[in-house]
């Protein structure tokens, strides 16, 4: 029976169909939305000098003298680098009637639709307080000076230990007119994949500083939203990170907690974005929290082992490191996390989406390390990495030039990393025509599908749990860019795709959701734009 939900109903009428995805009606230029907020400040702190870079193209000046940050220890010197990673300006492309500004995490489009904040409890050289982040002088902007405001924070996350016990928080929300501005009701996906990426970043650079991440999607949406005196209308806090120093993580601590289950609304006025009612408005209202924490009923292993076990009678190909540190069966491949292990921020400053893969084949071992560094990062050498709930999240992998492996649709069991054929042969023209006819999809050689059981997804988590799936599979997708821009290969992530034919390739149910796609492949061309 089909659950009376608004992320299900949302969910269906956000397809992409080949019949009607010449629907759009079209962007009006004058009305795009400025992708940043416009702070000003007479009391700014200052970030800048804190980067690693000489000139400095913030101050102009050469690198001053501020030394490395220190392990460990949460400081402005931390801060700087840990928030430049997350979400700073790492390349400027001229334009009118402004300047792209390309940021640390991809976007969708190039509209970062994602903001940060910064909440701070205990941090030397910054006053307790919250702080809106300004990306293009990278500084802090301090917003409110009460020596509480971690408090109220951690209130707002059910008293969360983790977050209670950080010293300073990011708070990352989506501002939905930046991206529903071009991609209509379809926005709330990109919104929640792009806030992933940012995630994705921010976690990935707490180990390199000797810290911990803390992660939450689980807060009462009205008092985060006042805490950063929000627009509900305009924008919405998605999900929390703290910086706390290493050892056990406090408890209580969770990352995802129920919502209700809200019948749609009607959808019949829904448009390719001339809504004065959007439907996202709608799915992100169902998903909100209420001020008592609900109570989760832990199904956690019971899950995880389910995906373990799918097509486990297919056999399959392990990917995982041996005990001698070797992975996917390949003698001599390092697992040490590689060059992404070794300096995450180097990788992340230099990121950039694949636009275009030349044809040829795919060492198995670069594959191998791709997508360990990507399911496995704390036996990659990428220390421990949170996630929302990842136990509804199914991914596939669709292969078609990587030595070793014959072409088809495999299965990846998560924990084991082994690849089970689900289905033999997988032609470029259908990878392509997936992927709306990007060549991106028909020139890679291989290709990511995350999927899950929406229904069955719903019932555990409520409405809410639309968010918890973008926002893992946002976050797996970094890792997937990253690590294989580390290999010396491209990436490059897609959130637009013909839903119900995915499913079709895949041998799954319409029923199910396809929430992101990752094309993988020999790059053509160093970097390119968002």
């Known amino acids: 029976m089909t659950v009376d939900s608004t992320a299900i109903a949302y969910h269906h009428a956000t397809k992409y169909a080949p019949e009607t995805i010449g629907n759009h009606p079209g962007l009006d230029w004058g009305r795009q939305p400025v992708p940043y907020k416009a702070y000003d400040s007479l009391t700014p702190i200052e970030l800048a000098s804190y980067l690693p870079f000489d000139p400095n193209p913030f101050t102009g000046k050469a690198r001053a003298d501020e030394g490395e940050p220190r392990d460990g220890a949460v400081e402005l010197n931390t801060v700087s680098r840990w928030l430049f990673a997350s979400y ?239 992975g996917g069966g390949v003698p001599g491949v390092a697992w040490d996390g590689g060059a992404l292990g070794r300096d995450p921020f180097h990788a992340i400053l230099h990121r950039r989406s694949t636009r275009r893969f030349q044809r040829g084949t795919m060492r198995r071992e670069q594959l191998a390390r791709v997508l360990a560094a990507a399911y496995a990062p704390e036996t990659h050498g990428l220390g421990e990495q949170p996630a929302i709930d990842r136990n509804h999240l199914m991914t596939f992998v669709a292969v078609v030039d990587v030595e070793g492996l014959d072409a088809g649709v495999y299965y990846l069991a998560p924990h084991g990393l082994e690849l089970r054929l689900v289905r033999p042969g997988c032609s470029r023209e259908a990878l392509q025509f997936l992927c709306l006819g990007q060549e991106l999809g028909g020139d890679a050689t291989a290709v990511v599908f995350h999927t899950a059981d929406l229904e069955e997804t719903v019932k555990h988590l409520g409405d809410r749990a639309y968010r918890y799936l973008h926002l893992d599979a946002g976050m797996i997708g970094e890792r997937l860019d990253l690590a294989a821009l580390a290999e010396g290969c491209g990436a490059s992530g897609i959130g637009g795709f013909f839903d119900d034919q995915v499913t079709d390739l895949l041998g799954i149910p319409r029923e199910q959701a396809v929430v992101y796609v990752t094309t993988l492949g020999l790059p053509q061309e160093a970097g390119g734009e968002e």
């Open 88 to 326: 700073g300006i790492t390349g400027v492309i001229p334009n009118q009637p402004r300047p792209t500004y390309l940021r640390a995490a991809p976007s969708a489009g190039g509209l970062y639709p994602a903001e940060a904040y910064l909440v701070v409890r205990d941090c030397a050289g910054c006053e307790p307080g919250l702080y809106g982040y300004d990306p293009r002088r990278h500084r802090l902007v301090p917003l409110w000076d009460d020596p509480d405001v971690a408090k109220h924070l951690a209130a707002a996350c059910f008293d969360d230990a983790a977050i209670a016990a950080a010293g300073v928080a990011l708070v990352v929300t989506g501002v939905f007119e930046r991206s529903r501005w071009r991609y209509g009701e379809r926005a709330y996906r990109r919104i929640l994949l792009d806030s992933g990426h940012l995630l994705g970043n921010a976690c990935l650079m707490a180990p390199a500083l000797g810290l911990r991440a803390s992660l939450t999607a689980a807060f009462c949406d009205e008092r985060l939203d006042e805490l950063l005196r929000l627009d509900p209308d305009q924008e919405g806090a998605l999900a929390v990170v703290g910086l706390n120093v290493r050892g056990p993580a406090e408890r209580p601590h969770w990352s995802a907690l129920p919502s209700a289950r809200v019948a749609p609304p009607d959808l019949s006025a829904a448009t390719d974005g001339n809504s004065d009612a959007p439907l996202l408005h709608a799915l992100h209202a169902a998903g909100r929290l209420p001020s008592e924490r609900p109570r989760l009923i832990p199904r956690g292993e019971e899950l995880s082992e389910g995906l373990e076990a799918r097509y486990g009678w297919t056999g399959g190909t392990t990917i995982a490191p041996d005990s001698s540190g070797q």
